[in-house]
């Protein structure tokens, strides 16, 4: 049995005998490069090539690990796991701030990457609003936790907690309501996702939009990219980034007055 750093490959019966650490990017916890040895390689055992981004948090999230334990031929073997990722302290405390979402939803809410799905969209699951799931499906290649998107990757979740309150009759009400928006928008604007009965849609805009306002108040008010840097910064403590966050916000605050943000 050869141990490949992530994996146990029995050459004997041509498998690996322990479960993908990145289980959750493929589409079973016991295949190889997604059954499809053509199209992808596997050179550390960790993932398929193009199958998921590498395990990257950057700087708004901190993966989430868990240990499984597993017996092999009267041998039992444990393994440390990446299994999500949740937002850091100052992430959660800025996106709640920006949608008005409560913090505890957003702290709860797990982040997870996928290839399996439309390139450049994210979406929002859940049984409940302290159980909610965010999925990005990042463009072939692109890595959104990388610093280049930074801001991008902010705003794309200050949009997609504005989903979480949806979750509050469950992930089948929530997808059963947004999918007949969508038809009504088809039906009578040709527009699926941002016609004019997108209500959840416009709820979720608040956030993203907010989060721009204010960012670009900090790079006037504060210094071009001061917020980008603040993050950025490996010597700010997630202390330090909540209490600079709240200095700019209550500024922020009185100067645009006119912002409908659920304080």
């Known amino acids: 049995m050869y141990y490949y750093g992530a994996r146990y490959y029995d050459p004997r019966i041509s498998i ?26 596997d050179p550390t055992g960790m993932s398929a090539e193009g199958a998921g981004p590498p395990v990257r948090p950057g700087f708004l999230l901190m993966p989430v690990y868990k240990t499984r334990t597993y017996s092999y031929m009267g041998t039992t073997h444990k393994s440390k796991d990446i299994v999500g990722y949740k937002f850091r302290p100052s ?29 450049g969209s994210s979406l929002t699951t859940g049984s409940g609003v302290n159980n909610s799931t965010i999925t990005h499906y990042p463009e072939k290649g692109d890595i959104w ?3 280049i998107y930074t801001i991008a ?21 929530h997808m059963d309501q947004s999918i007949l928006e ?24 608040v956030g993203e939009n907010t ?24 010597k700010n403590t997630e202390e330090d980034k909540i209490k600079r966050i709240d200095t700019w916000w209550k500024k922020y605050r009185e100067e645009r007055p006119k912002i409908k943000i659920k304080d």
């Open 153 to 173: 990757f902010f705003t794309r979740n200050a949009h997609e907690v504005g989903h979480i309150p949806h979750l509050k009759d469950g992930n089948e009400a």
């Open 145 to 147: 936790t990388d610093p």
């Open 91 to 119: 992430a959660v405390h800025l996106l709640s701030l920006v949608s008005g979402v409560k913090a505890e939803y957003i702290k709860n809410a797990k982040v997870e990457f996928s290839r399996f799905g439309s390139g």
């Open 211 to 234: 989060f721009e306002d204010f960012n670009e108040f900090v790079n006037e008010y504060y210094g071009e990219n001061n917020l980008k840097k603040l993050f950025e910064n490996t």
């Open 16 to 41: 690996f005998v322990s479960v993908d650490p990145l289980a959750e990017q493929t589409m079973t916890p016991y295949q190889y490069v997604n059954n499809n040895p053509i199209m992808f390689t």
């Open 182 to 205: 969508y038809t009504l928008n088809l039906l009578y604007t040709g527009e699926w996702h941002d016609g004019p009965f997108s209500f959840k849609e416009k709820e979720a805009d």
